[in-house]
């Protein structure tokens, strides 16, 4: 940690402290063994590491029937991707390899080596040989999920690649950037439903669900694209529609001229209102997986991409260079994921609020982004009530006995009578506590004030290390109230029943 993190943190003290509630209390829910893993299973997890910072920890932490045909998964497909953005590799012998990737992944000692020598993952492909050696050994359903991931999106990005050889390379239409993304990313959520189901570990509708499936990799790969734009503009690459940035500018290259800040601003968040509308979609998928770490491996990602949009949203610094949510942030969207999806629907809902917050009358889509807001906080109400039956029948039933005792003129004459009468001895009424010693009262000052410093300290460093106060007030109020009647809540319960997932 460099001074410029210290003097970061000393003024975010909240970020330090998810940073280290994750390190300390973090507790995968399966772990991998690497002592009993071949070496070519073992250098295929380093490749792992080396290739993908964001999905290496939550794939070395699925349950064990997945953890290898997801593992080879990802490399498979960042193996393709590798080939496809490579521009020193000549068009024919690109779309050649792409086209026929699904199959010479399987071929026993298979590798390539005909990437440029700076191609960041070339050294994968130069030994992935040791990924097909591991990719036959996983079991025949899960390779034939793959192979046909693997074949259609071969064939997208060697129709793209073609497109790009012809001068056709750019995003024209809203349609061809739902394509593209479906390609890239829409099929990886397609092919990874398919695994979970049929490892059982996922509820078999999500298979009929296909909206449902291609929207968790659209949402993500649509927040990339947003927050990447600089990055792709210095590499000569542009991935916004023309159908959006039309309406705002005459050419792409002008969103990043500083006279036209404005016009950038609202076409960006025009490209915000196009992600955001796949976030209820992701929530509802969420609810069909059945196991935690396959719960954690989807979720993750998506607390990611609604932080990453509302911190993109109506910011100018996308047009200057590649902005990131913070560590300390990430920890704590990762803290509030890993546990279920009532917890990443509060995470869902704190950033909507922050996008509805920023968004401004002035921007042309300030109506429809306020709609796409207010249609995810509508989905997580429909699932999560905010209010709790029960305390409002309590609260029903008490409120009018309450407001007759306030109101009851002689209770307040009894009251009033009670404090000044001077007929009770000293300390028993307001004219006691009035007369009390100074000295005493110092004391009791003095003995208050060094037990609240102490606990003051000792609560902070057990809230430092993760401490859940707002539990413990919750179930001590459970266990002090009244049991009440449950019918009402029981009522809810069956009207927002999600069994037809």
């Known amino acids: 940690m460099g001074v410029a993190d210290v003097v970061y943190y000393t003024f975010h003290f909240q970020e330090l402290r998810s940073i280290i509630q994750w390190k300390t ?93 700076d191609e960041k993952d070339r050294e994968l492909l130069v030994q992935f040989h040791y990924v097909t050696e591991e990719y036959r050994k996983v079991k025949p359903v899960y390779r034939e999920i793959i192979n046909d991931i693997t074949r259609q999106m071969g064939d997208g990005m060697a129709d793209y690649c073609k497109k790009a050889a012809d001068g056709k390379a750019g995003v024209d239409s809203v349609k061809d950037y739902d394509l593209y ?124 991409a609604i932080a990453t949009l509302a911190l993109v949203f109506r910011n100018p610094d996308i047009f200057q260079k590649n902005i990131k949510i913070t560590k300390g942030s990430a920890c704590q969207v990762m803290l509030e994921s890993t546990q279920n999806l009532q917890k990443v629907c509060e995470v869902f809902t704190r950033f909507v609020r922050k996008i509805h917050k920023k968004n401004t009358p002035k921007d042309p889509n300030f109506l429809k982004i306020s709609i796409a807001c207010g249609k995810v906080e509508q989905f997580i109400e429909s699932i999560f009530p905010s209010q709790d039956p029960q305390a409002l029948q309590r609260a029903a039933e008490a409120a009018p006995q309450l407001a007759k005792k306030a109101e009851d003129p002689a209770a307040i004459k009894a009251r009033e009578e009670e404090k000044w009468d001077l007929s009770e001895p000293p300390g028993t009424n307001l004219r006691g506590k009035l007369i009390l010693t100074s000295g005493v009262v110092y004391m009791m000052i003095a003995v208050m004030g060094t037990m609240f410093v102490l606990s003051c300290v000792m609560i902070g460093l057990a809230w430092l290390f993760g401490a859940r106060f707002d539990v413990a007030v919750d179930q001590l109020t459970q266990r002090f109230s009244s049991q009440a009647d449950t019918a009402p809540a029981q009522t809810l319960v069956n009207k927002y029943d999600q069994r037809e997932l």
């Open 25 to 117: 209390w973090h507790a995968p829910v399966h772990e991998r063994n690497p002592e009993k893993e071949s070496v070519s299973l073992r250098v295929c997890f380093d490749f792992l590491d080396k290739t993908s910072r964001s999905f290496s920890t939550v794939i070395q932490e699925l349950h064990p029937e997945l953890l290898v045909p997801i593992a080879l998964f990802y490399l498979i497909l960042r193996g393709l991707d590798t080939v496809e953005d490579d521009m020193t590799i000549t068009l024919d012998e690109k779309m050649t390899v792409l086209r026929e990737f699904h199959q010479t992944a399987e071929k026993e000692g298979w590798s390539f080596n005909g990437n440029g020598p």
């Open 181 to 304: 993304c479906y390609y890239v990313a829409g099929l990886v959520g397609n092919g990874l439903t398919r695994l979970f189901v049929e490892s059982g570990l996922a509820n078999p509708a999500l298979n009929q669900r296909l909206h449902l499936q291609t929207s968790m990799g659209l949402f993500l790969q649509k927040t990339n694209i947003i927050r990447d734009v600089r990055e792709d503009w210095d590499d000569k690459r542009r991935f916004w529609p023309r159908e959006i940035w039309s309406k705002y500018v005459e050419d792409f290259d002008d969103l990043f001229r500083p006279e036209n800040r404005e016009a950038a601003l609202n076409c960006s968040s025009d490209m915000v209102l196009n992600s955001l509308n796949h976030a209820d979609e992701c929530l509802f998928y969420l609810a069909g997986l059945k196991e935690q770490s396959v719960f954690n491996f989807a979720a993750i990602p998506q607390s990611m």
